[in-house]
């Protein structure tokens, strides 16, 4: 007994069934009570329509009772009416014995009486089989009744229908994360039916989607975020230290090759404060102060220390802002981002033709947008979805930060950003920014 309610349990818990047996009840008490309701008019008309009759039979038999009584006596009279078969009228006399001959008022019932209103005080009862007039009345209904389990057939099959639109997305969803509870693997494989409908589960199919195709980058986020904090602490002041014993080594070398070796060391203990120090700006998160800054001064200047450092022989960078652009953030963070971002279309630049570099700003509405543009090698929609994921990178000498810290300070300033990319052609970041033109 306990399994069959527990397996009735689970059936009715289910979310198929809790949308549809409400709407099949809902549906059962509006189509019974509308019969119940047409069932019980029939009735009352049919009975008021044989009441009618009724008293017409009374009204005639009176009238006959009256014309006869100067005429016959009661007894002849009496014997008259002993086979009187006009509808359904039995008469029966004062003393109360019964007039009219027959069995024929078995399993019938009084619905009328008239007495009284004749010389001889005799009793005329109207009575009708009640089952028979039941039956009789759901005869005449029957088109209601053929109407109200149609309509019940209707309702069920629109019931099932209808929860089985509703919550297939939803058990769509819920068989996922079970596969998801089960695999732990990798969350971008899944995908939701969901996604192609406009309504309210369509958006909620489409926000759960994005959530596992980022929770990769999440994963790897907090795991950047506990290995950044111990690298800084473990990494950062000693090499601190061993950096500026080589410097003094350096001072004290003669030969060339020495201090190449030098220059060589210093250069890569460099990079690697530079990997702490972005491991750093990935993993910690902090309100950053923001002040108005001029955009296309900030740019003019990038573009100037790019023109005449060591990297302007490898591409032509250009700047073209309009002037008088100006948004409200932190420069330090804006500065990094256009860095970040040169410095990936330097390491794209394809070697056998003339790298160029673009800096684009103009203002459109209440934004300011700053494109940076290059003609390197591109990206596929494969790579373009993913370049924004910690650590992915197809570059031999890249980390695969560079973007995502972009992406972090781009969202800390209340700006987006958007990657357009053609394979042999080049790549475009474009960057949107709450800002003014003076």
């Given at each position: 007994?306990?399994?069959?309610?527990?397996?009735?349990?689970?059936?009715?818990?289910?979310?198929?069934?809790?949308?549809?047996?409400?709407?099949?009840?809902?549906?059962?008490?509006?189509?019974?009570?509308?019969?119940?309701?047409?069932?019980y008019?029939?009735?009352?008309?049919?009975?008021?329509?044989?009441?009618?009759?009724?008293?017409?039979?009374?009204?005639?038999?009176?009238?006959?009772?009256?014309?006869?009584?100067?005429?016959?006596?009661?007894?002849?009279?009496?014997?008259?009416?002993?086979?009187?078969?006009r509808?359904?009228?039995?008469?029966?006399?004062?003393?109360?014995?019964?007039?009219?001959?027959?069995t024929?008022?078995e399993?019938?019932?009084?619905?009328?009486?008239?007495?009284?209103?004749?010389?001889?005080?005799?009793?005329?009862?109207?009575?009708?089989?009640?089952?028979?007039?039941?039956?009789?009345?759901?005869?005449?209904?029957?088109?209601?009744?053929?109407?109200?389990?149609?309509?019940?057939?209707?309702?069920?099959?629109?019931?099932?229908?209808?929860?089985?639109?509703?919550?297939?997305?939803?058990?769509?969803?819920?068989?996922?994360?079970?596969?998801?509870?089960?695999?732990?693997?990798?969350?971008?494989?899944?995908?939701?039916?969901?996604?192609?409908?406009?309504?309210?589960?369509?958006?909620?199919a489409?926000?759960?989607?994005?959530?596992?195709?980022?929770?990769?980058?999440?994963?790897?986020?907090?795991?950047?975020?506990?290995?950044?904090?111990?690298?800084?602490?473990?990494?950062?002041?000693?090499?601190?230290?061993?950096?500026?014993?080589?410097?003094?080594?350096?001072?004290?070398t003669?030969?060339?090759?020495?201090?190449?070796?030098?220059d060589?060391m210093?250069?890569?203990?460099?990079?690697?404060?530079?990997?702490?120090?972005?491991?750093?700006?990935?993993?910690?998160?902090?309100?950053?102060?923001?002040?108005?800054?001029?955009?296309?001064?900030?740019?003019?200047?990038?573009?100037?220390i790019?023109?005449?450092?060591?990297?302007?022989?490898?591409?032509?960078?250009?700047?073209?802002?309009?002037?008088?652009?100006?948004?409200?953030?932190?420069?330090?963070?804006?500065?990094?981002?256009?860095?970040?971002?040169?410095?990936?279309?330097?390491?794209?630049?394809?070697?056998?033709?003339?790298?160029?570099?673009?800096?684009?700003?103009?203002?459109?509405?209440?934004?300011?947008?700053?494109?940076?543009?290059?003609?390197?090698?591109?990206?596929t929609?494969?790579?373009?979805?993913?370049?924004?994921?910690?650590?992915?990178?197809?570059?031999?000498?890249?980390?695969?930060?560079?973007?995502?810290?972009?992406?972090?300070?781009?969202?800390?300033?209340?700006?987006?950003?958007?990657?357009?990319?053609?394979?042999?052609?080049?790549?475009?970041?474009?960057?949107?920014?709450?800002?003014?033109?003076?």
């Amino acid at each position: 007994m306990n399994k069959w309610l527990k397996r009735l349990s689970n059936w009715f818990f289910q979310i198929e069934n809790e949308v549809m047996i409400p709407f099949v009840l809902v549906g059962i008490l509006v189509i019974g009570s509308f019969s119940v309701i047409s069932y019980y008019n029939g009735y009352t008309m049919q009975k008021n329509s044989e009441m009618e009759l009724a008293d017409t039979l009374f009204e005639d038999v009176n009238r006959d009772l009256h014309f006869l009584e100067k005429r016959l006596p009661e007894e002849e009279i009496a014997e008259k009416y002993r086979n009187f078969e006009r509808g359904r009228i039995r008469i029966l006399d004062r003393d109360g014995e019964e007039i009219t001959a027959g069995t024929r008022w078995e399993n019938t019932s009084v619905l009328a009486v008239s007495k009284g209103d004749n010389p001889f005080g005799w009793r005329l009862e109207y009575r009708m089989n009640e089952r028979i007039f039941g039956e009789r009345i759901l005869e005449q209904q029957s088109y209601l009744v053929v109407g109200a389990i149609a309509s019940l057939i209707l309702i069920c099959q629109a019931s099932i229908f209808i929860s089985h639109s509703i919550t297939r997305p939803i058990r769509r969803m819920s068989h996922t994360c079970k596969e998801i509870e089960e695999n732990k693997g990798s969350y971008q494989k899944y995908r939701f039916e969901a996604v192609s409908r406009h309504d309210e589960i369509g958006q909620l199919a489409v926000t759960f989607e994005g959530l596992l195709k980022n929770m990769d980058n999440y994963t790897k986020m907090e795991y950047t975020s506990r290995m950044a904090a111990t690298l800084a602490h473990e990494i950062k002041n000693p090499i601190a230290g061993i950096r500026s014993g080589i410097q003094l080594l350096k001072g004290r070398t003669v030969k060339d090759g020495d201090k190449m070796l030098c220059d060589s060391m210093i250069h890569e203990i460099d990079r690697v404060t530079a990997l702490i120090m972005n491991l750093l700006t990935l993993s910690i998160r902090r309100e950053s102060p923001k002040t108005e800054i001029s955009v296309t001064g900030v740019l003019k200047e990038i573009g100037m220390i790019y023109a005449k450092g060591p990297d302007s022989r490898r591409a032509s960078l250009f700047v073209e802002a309009e002037e008088g652009l100006r948004a409200c953030l932190n420069e330090n963070e804006f500065r990094q981002i256009i860095h970040n971002l040169i410095s990936n279309s330097l390491r794209a630049l394809v070697p056998d033709r003339e790298g160029q570099i673009k800096l684009m700003a103009a203002a459109q509405e209440k934004e300011v947008i700053v494109t940076v543009q290059d003609n390197g090698k591109g990206m596929t929609e494969e790579e373009v979805s993913k370049a924004l994921e910690p650590f992915y990178t197809k570059s031999i000498n890249g980390t695969g930060l560079g973007l995502s810290i972009v992406s972090r300070l781009v969202e800390s300033n209340g700006g987006t950003m958007e990657i357009v990319s053609k394979p042999g052609v080049g790549t475009d970041v474009v960057l949107k920014f709450p800002g003014k033109m003076v």
